[in-house]
């Protein structure tokens, strides 16, 4: 049953999903410690955060994702996330609104 889950397999949804996560990385690096250290500012990372999310949602459109993938996509994006070293509420934040962002109808 191809046709009911996708044409994509799980392993280039985790490599996209990680590339998402390691854009937002280039863009965006997570503070060193708790003191932080340069940032961008909030309208950078919007803007830096809007493109990915469109990215995510260009990627469902082209392989018709199943419920399955567009969460298997959120998961990886916030797992590569907490190995990149954000914090918590960064990660739900970030991770939050790409799920969203893949439930939309485009």
């Known amino acids: 049953m191809p046709g009911l889950f996708g044409s994509v397999s799980l392993k280039e949804v985790d490599e996209f999903a990680k590339a998402l996560a ?3 990385a280039r863009g965006y690096p997570p503070p060193p410690n708790a003191s932080g ?3 961008l500012a909030e309208k950078g990372l919007t803007t830096l955060l ?3 999310c469109n990215r995510a949602v260009a990627f ?4 018709k994702l199943s419920v399955h993938k567009k969460a298997r996509l959120g998961n990886t994006f916030r797992h590569e996330l907490e190995t990149l070293g954000y914090s918590r509420t960064f990660i739900e934040t970030a991770t939050e609104g790409l799920v969203a962002f893949l439930g939309r109808k485009h």
């Not at 469902?60 to 392989?63: C, L, P, S, Y």
């Open 50 to 52: 809007e493109d990915l």
């Open 37 to 39: 250290g340069p940032r």
């Open 22 to 24: 390691r854009d937002l």
């Open 60 to 63: 469902r459109n082209e392989h």
